[in-house]
């Protein structure tokens, strides 16, 4: 299984945080002219700290103790901005939108939190695999977000793994 499916499958069973970001990031990857070019900035800009992360993996583990399902793709129609993007994830559960909240994350903050974790992730794993790094849009990735995976890679590898 190629690397990129197997990111894909460990964020479907049971990673909220992730889930929301793998999907649309991926489409998102192969096909970022449906973002406007202050989306893509922003996305591109965002910083992940041990701050955001610790706030991504709490809300994932208490995601995942609640039973709150992985998210399937979004209506990619429908999906304009990131606030489409973020208003479709959280319509997706009634409790979705709580648990955002309860970790102090905005609809759209979660989801820039998500696409810049899965972008690092997706950045240090083409490194090492050729056929993901065709798939990699390098405009979106931030280096420092790369060197924050690369220093957290027991932490992310630990998340991926639902731990």
């Known amino acids: 299984m190629a690397v990129l499916d197997r990111l894909l499958v460990a964020c479907r069973v049971g990673m909220l945080a992730l889930v929301f970001g793998a999907v649309p990031l991926v489409q998102a990857q192969t096909a970022p002219p449906g973002l406007p070019q202050a989306d893509k900035q922003q996305i591109k800009q965002y910083m992940l700290t041990d701050d955001v992360f610790g706030r991504l993996s709490a809300a994932t583990r ?29 319509a997706a559960d009634p409790r979705i939108p709580a648990l955002v909240k309860k970790y102090g994350f905005t609809p759209r903050e979660f989801m820039l939190a998500n696409i810049a974790l899965m972008n690092a992730i997706m950045a240090v794993q083409a490194r090492s695999d050729p056929a993901l790094s065709s798939n990699l849009n390098q405009t979106w990735v931030n280096a420092n977000n790369i060197r924050f995976v690369e220093s957290h890679q027991a932490e992310v590898q630990a998340l991926l793994r639902g731990q």
Do not use: W
């Not at 995942?64 to 208003?87: E, F």
């Open 62 to 90: 208490e995601a995942r103790a609640t039973g709150i399902p992985p998210q399937g793709s979004p209506d990619q129609i429908k999906v304009h901005s990131l606030d489409d993007l973020a208003n479709q994830a959280m």
